[in-house]
């Protein structure tokens, strides 16, 4: 059964399977934004598209409420390219397949969904249409490239914005308003590598089965990153026996790294005793890590590699594997009030093997600018320790938290009066577009809530759609009450 017939409301879920049907993977949402304009022309609403290829609809207020100020709707067109091995898709030209699990769990075939953030832009679009919704003048962000460093939306022209209230629908659950976000620092640690002429006998280790996952709103589930597990398995293997490291890597992603791969050299005198070193700290790991990464697979195998020439000298493969090892992953830093709210964590999204170097991309996040600029301070250290340098590739603010914001008072009236419920807050460690709005225009009052999605960034991904329709109910009431709060 098609999920549109099962669930409400249907016009906002048309829209989902709309957009599901248009590619729009990050630096391709052209096709996606022309079906925006073209929605937006046909309803008569105005639109401004700037260079980089972020859309602004204006949409006029109900009539009777001109003069209420404009409420600043945001989302971003682009999703994460994410599938499983077995998948064939093209996210180039295929769209979207999906099916039910559960009755209400929407799930895409083999990849990410795009939940992330469709369910905003269907809200948005089908608020474009809606003519029995009252709501003051509306102003619709559509951004790009978010999920490939949050381009798009640091060249957004904020002039043409006037709303001084604003809803993000990127995180956030039905009963969950997010309230502030975390900021982030992009880094680079370059390690210089020495080479020597390839001797002994050549095993990979390979490490996959990792749940992987969003590295801000998964940071803290206990979840694991195979350049970790890399950096303690090679650390660990040459306190038994003397190995060299000839290659290393992994793809770089936008959340924690569920799968590497090592070359490594160990003199044929040694094999057996590595092999029963790799035995025990493979067992070790998989036990330890066995919740929640139950698929967690490590391997070692003899390799016929014949590519490389060359492996790394003894001081470089120290360097290297320290580098690994000792790169902070997780969570590093709790508010000591609120236990669950994380003020800095750290994630390596990338290891890549060049000719004379090897790099390791990482991003740290923090709400507080002085807490980030701690843990790279830290991170600096180490790589110093290790012989790399460190560069800084981006850094930006993050959304904080405003003790006296009008706009989360009416969202909690409005969630109550429709579930009788308090409507709880969360402070995310996720970095939304919501921080560089906020730092493009200081006192712009924001909430983020959203329908609820999981495993963002993952072939799991997936949306409740019970949780659709009392989203749309919740988003309808407060864009009235905005209305009726100032006539009142």
Known sequence: MDYIEKFEPKHVLEHFKNICDIPHISNHEQALCNYIKDFAQKNGHEYYEDEAGNLIVYVNATQGYETVPSF???????????????????????????????????????????????????????????????????????????????????????????????????????????????????????????????????????????????????????????????????????????????????DRVCGIVPAMKALITIDEKNVFAAEKAFEKIAETICREYADPEEGLHITLKKSDE???????????????????????????????????????????????????????????????????????????????????????????????????SQLQKLCCEAFAELTGEQLKMEKHNSCAETGIVAGAIPDMDIVAIAPLGRDAHTPTEHLDLDTVKPFWDFLCLLLKKMCTEVNN
């Open 72 to 250: 600043l709707m945001q989302a971003h067109m682009d999703m994460v390219a994410a599938k499983e091995a077995a998948s064939n898709h093209n996210f180039l030209t295929d769209s979207i397949k999906t099916h039910l699990v559960d009755g209400h769990y929407l799930y895409a075939d083999g990849t990410t969904l795009g939940a992330d953030n469709a369910v905003g832009m269907m809200n948005m679009l089908a608020l474009m249409e809606d003519k029995s919704v009252v709501h003051p003048p509306l102003e619709m962000l559509f951004t790009v490239c978010e999920e490939a460093g949050m381009v798009g939306i640091r060249k957004v022209d904020y002039s043409r914005i006037k709303s001084r209230r604003m809803i993000n629908m990127d995180c956030g659950d039905p009963d969950v308003m997010c309230v502030s976000t975390a900021g982030a620092a992009n880094c680079l640690l370059r390690l210089p590598l020495k080479k020597k002429a390839i001797s002994g006998v050549i095993f990979e280790i390979s490490i996959d089965g990792l749940l992987g996952g969003h590295a801000g709103l998964m940071i803290d589930a206990g979840r694991i990153s195979a350049v970790t597990v890399m950096g303690r398995i090679l650390c660990q293997m040459s306190k038994c026996i003397p190995l060299n490291i000839v290659y290393t890597s992994c």
């Open 306 to 404: 014949k590519v490389y020439p060359e492996m790394l000298d003894e001081e470089t493969t120290e360097n290297l594997q320290r580098m690994l090892y000792m790169m902070p992953f997780g969570v590093t830093k709790r508010d000591w009030r609120e236990k669950e709210t994380i003020l800095c964590s750290n994630n390596t999204m990338a290891v890549a093997f060049k000719e004379n170097c090897i790099e390791m991309e990482t991003m740290l996040r923090a709400p507080e600018d002085t807490v980030k600029e701690e843990l790279f301070t830290r991170i600096g250290i180490i790589a110093d320790w290790c012989g790399a340098e460190i560069i800084l590739l981006d850094s930006f603010s993050g959304w904080p938290y405003r003790r006296d």
